[in-house]
């Protein structure tokens, strides 16, 4: 994988402009930023019943996939059923394709 300054050379090369190069840092950055953000739970929840890549307080597993409903967070189990989360989710983040 390139780097983001590699793939804004070859962008500003096509585009002849050395702004372009500039801008398209810049814009990377700002977005690459914004995907991997962690969000404070009690500042901040998704939306009900979005999927979501939580940092939790547990001693085997840091990080796990929960749900978030108007009465709490779920997880999934292996019995194929959410059910409430017995950890603290310490942040959250969106899971992008």
């Known amino acids: ?12 090369a096509k585009s002849h402009g050395q702004n372009t190069e500039w ?7 700002s977005e ?4 991997t953000r962690w969000h404070d739970p009690n500042v901040e929840l ?17 990080y796990a996939v929960l749900r978030h409903y108007d009465n709490g967070w779920m997880m999934y189990t292996p019995g194929s059923c959410w059910c409430d989360c017995p950890f603290k989710v310490i942040g959250w983040r969106e899971i992008h394709e």
């Open 1 to 12: 994988m390139k780097s983001i300054e590699e793939r804004a050379k070859e962008y500003a």
């Open 23 to 29: 801008g398209f840092i810049a814009g990377a950055l």
């Open 32 to 35: 690459r930023e914004d995907l």
């Open 46 to 62: 998704p939306p009900n019943g979005w999927e979501v890549l939580c940092d939790i307080d547990c001693c085997s597993n840091n």
